[in-house]
């Protein structure tokens, strides 16, 4: 088996877990958030920096690599770890998000998914061999079966005819995938917002027995408040020894949230992007650099981090950079950004510790969003 | 005085010095190439990565502090120095080449230049005591008269014109200039590609008694030889116990030829706007890193490079980051280029040292542009 879960304690007050999550590139603490780095770099920063803001995992997107510059390229280069100078965890998606939000620019049949580059127009096939292949070549330590991630709002009758086919995939995945010794594959949970639906596809994908488990097709427009719902009953149909990963969510409260519902992981493009805008998560709340108001604050952009933005720049230097639209604006904020939601992680791992999470939590929201509860 | 100039060596060969420039913010060793950091950053790069290449001093740009973010805000946030985090020494050019690029934008008089703003348009007025006001309250170690760059091709008759306003333009520079302590003003020889009204420029600031001096109006559009040919004639006619510094020149050739004719100092944007355009330069010459031939290169950008980027990534790597149009493209390409350029000097004063310029030009040109002499 390529990862083996450790699970370390249980929170009295939530579903919450604390974890290790062992893989061939080191040890995880879980919950973890996953900086994305989809194109074989997290924007803006390298590998070193990553690991200076104690980055134990990255994920990076199937499709893209695959369109450019080509998973055999990477393979030819020794895989994805070596091509990117990136020697800890990684995980890949399945490409099936991405490619399913091209909408007129794909069609789906039960072979597999035909649709057109984003980049030049041309014409591509992706099928769960296809899919695994390509997966195989990149040489993540996680990798992703691959799904159909139904839209928001779905009917019944398509989220189950849709869940059964990610099932008949997730068995054609699980077939193709040829480096079990070294790439653990995940399952994705799919469903929509339909909690029978949810129960079906868990207990079939938990049939086949994977090492590790997502939960696909939240955060993709529904309510929060919705997602929380889905997650109150689908995390509690998973293995107790099986990590649980929710995919393409990055906000703070979200991240909370999931931890107490019994997530072990997440990723996001949330921070690194919005930081390139000029937006950045601290202590007490968002910050958009660009106001007026900052123009001759000569203060850290968060008084209680402790990040190289933080300990050497000010409020009023960032907001220049962002003006004049220089690089190491998207540097700085990037860097405190995803510095702020690793840090966040490390805090939330502690409070499952001392079972304090739910007190943690409305500090934290307090602080961050100005509300006693979200 | 806020400078000393410390000649170590002439070259038996040919008008090279070897010196150390000793400044408020320290010591550094000449010849050397300066990086520019226009808007209070080198383009895509930190302090502490400078220092890694051991840049020994970095140039920023007058004109663009004045108008964004104000030349009173980084006063009050402690000066330059303190507002981009960057402790060792710093230049500032005088916005006289920036206001008198605009064209139809500016309006030049006895009393100073009216221009508009590149950025919004608004109307600006620029004099010699307002530069001294800007450069004084940006504080960097050494700055820069106000001067008239003229235009190539000028005739004798403006040009001399042009050089005399710019003589009584360095006088109220004098004149207006509060910081001499820490601060040490540069006057700069105009006087086109005219030996007599080069002699008539260097004469009458020699007068005047500035700490160094800088060669202006060169690199302006004139061919390299007739560049090579007015510093052949005119950087003999400068103080000998005073640093000489050649503006806005920073190609490998141009270097090597300036320090051949007694140059002490260089700036240019050059290696970090072709990095950001996918071009390095390497021991064996230029690169440009699209090119199909890398798609599949998995050696380093320069075989004989020590930098960050060489050590840890492939031309394969740099050519997809490019081609993804990824910040860490103009990262790597810009850690590369300036790191050649700041090691190039550093073997320049080695070959000084051990009086081999001539050797040393003749087998780099040779390596870097296939030709045995320029």
Redesign the interface.
Known sequence: MAIKYELIKECKQTGARLGRLHTPHGIIETPIFMPVGT???V????PEELKEMEAQIILSNTY?LYL??GHD?VK???GLHK???WDRPILTDSGGFQVFSLGELRKITEEGVTFQSHIDGSKHFLSPEKVMEIENALGADIIMAFDECAPYPADHDYVKKSLERTTRWAVRCKDAHTNTENQALFGIVQGGMYKDLREQSAKELIALDFPGYSIGGLSVGEPKELMYEVLDYTAPLLPKDKPRYLMGVGSPDALIEGVIRGIDMFDCVLPTRIARNGTAMTSVGKIVIKNAKF??D?SPLDPNCSC?CCK???K??L???Y??D???S??LMSTHNLHFLIDLMKQVRQAIMEDRLLDFRNEFFERYYGISHL
């Open positions: 194109q074989a770099t924007k803006a920063m390298t893209h450019r510059p390229l030819e280069a020794g091509f990117m100078n123009t001759r000569f190289y050497n720049y000010t009023a230097y907001r220049h950079l003006k004049a220089e690089i190491l998207s540097r």
